[in-house]
């Protein structure tokens, strides 16, 4: 039995990946997350499924977290991101190039203990993203320095992965498909920091 919240839309998917392991698997559709772990822990299903990172999020809550294993399958790649008003589009334009930054400086090599050094770099690519070269922020409505100021303050995308629900944290989710080798392959890659991209719709 499979434990499945109601607003869950991937009951294809979960059906392609257990039919060879479990030809008889019945999926048990609970109306949320407290309702779905009593299921569990219960013994009324025998797996759970949800967004990789709710699963972490719902082992934490489990009387016994150990007991329970996380299983390395990805069904479905459904990539998380911000998300903000549709009628702010400046708004939505920063938002949007604060989380291409923080992936492209962690492309580059610069975060939270390296920016210092990054300030001092000859790389183009580096000179665009801490603003020592181009004038990439003004489309923003931004200084030249806002990238610097985003990594001094919390780091590139890994760092904040790890620190917030990566290695570093309770949750202990790995990186996956979001290590910065993968991504290359897996999921979309930051677009590069240029001016004429950053008013850029979508």
Same mark, same amino acid.
């Given at each position: 039995m499979i434990g499945v919240p109601v607003v869950e839309d991937f009951a294809g998917e979960i059906a392609n990946l257990f039919l060879d392991l479990m030809p008889v698997a019945l999926a048990?559709?609970? @109306?949320?997350? @407290?309702?779905m772990i009593a299921a569990y822990q219960g013994g009324q299903c025998n797996v759970m499924t949800t967004d990789e990172s709710g699963l972490f999020a719902m082992r934490l809550q489990?009387? =016994?977290?150990?007991?329970?294993?996380?299983? @390395?399958?990805?069904?479905?790649?459904?990539?998380l991101g911000p998300v903000v008003r549709q009628d702010d589009m400046q708004w939505f334009n920063i938002v949007k190039w604060?989380?291409?930054?923080? +992936?492209n400086a962690e492309e580059l090599g610069v975060g939270s203990k390296t920016i210092d050094d990054a300030l001092k770099s000859q790389k183009p690519a580096v000179k665009r993203l801490v603003g020592t070269e181009g004038d990439f922020g003004k489309p923003l409505g931004l200084s030249n320095d806002w990238a610097v100021r985003i990594l001094r303050a919390v780091g590139n995308y890994g760092e904040t992965f790890e620190r917030n629900v990566g290695a570093n944290? =309770?949750?202990? +989710?790995?990186?996956?498909?979001?290590?910065?080798?993968?991504?290359?392959?897996?999921?979309? @890659?930051?677009d590069p920091l240029r001016a004429e991209s950053a008013i850029a719709p979508g």
């Open positions: 048990v559709h609970e @109306p949320g997350v @407290p309702e489990m009387a =016994k977290p150990g007991d329970s294993m996380i299983l @390395p399958d990805v069904i479905s790649k459904e990539p604060v989380n291409f930054a923080m +992936i944290s =309770k949750l202990g +989710i790995p990186r996956g498909l979001n290590e910065l080798g993968q991504r290359r392959h897996s999921v979309r @890659p930051a």
